[in-house]
C-alpha cells in the first residue's frame, strides 16, 4: 500500500521531527522504526495546527491525534491508540475525522486507505 503524507508532512522523517525534535531525540531511541505509515496529515494555520497518523503495526492499527496553538508544537504527544477500521468509518461518517471547520483536509485520502484494509 502505498504510504500517503499531506499537508505539512512529506516523509515518515517529516513526522518523527515534529513529534521528536532534535532536543527530544534520546527518547525517540527508533520508537517510529518498525511502524508502517499508512496516512499521515499535519495541517498548520497561522499559529495553531492539528496532526493525524494512522499507521500499522504487528498487524493492528494505531492512530496518533495532536494538535497544539501559539509557539508549541507536537513534541510530547505521539501517544498511539489502537483503533479499527470499523472506528475510524464511523468517525468519518458520523462525526468530523479528516475535517477542520468544515474543509476536508485528508477524509477522502483516508476513506481510500480505509477501502484498501
Request: with cysteine; hydrophobic share 30%.
Amino acid at each position: 500500500m502505498t504510504k500517503i503524507y499531506l499537508n505539512n508532512w512529506d516523509s515518515k522523517q517529516d513526522v518523527i521531527n515534529d513529534f521528536f525534535p532534535e532536543y527530544r531525540e534520546p527518547k525517540y531511541k527508533g520508537e517510529l522504526d518498525n511502524i508502517n505509515i499508512l496516512l499521515a496529515s499535519y495541517t498548520y494555520w497561522s499559529y495553531d495546527g492539528d496532526a493525524f497518523v494512522l499507521f500499522e503495526k504487528e498487524g493492528k492499527l494505531y492512530e496518533v491525534n495532536g494538535s497544539h496553538c501559539s509557539c508549541y508544537g507536537l513534541e510530547g504527544q505521539w501517544d498511539p491508540e489502537e483503533t479499527t477500521k470499523e472506528a475510524l468509518l464511523h468517525r468519518i461518517n458520523e462525526g468530523t475525522l479528516g475535517t477542520h471547520f468544515g474543509d476536508n483536509t485528508f477524509k477522502n485520502e483516508l476513506l481510500e486507505v480505509l477501502d484498501k484494509l
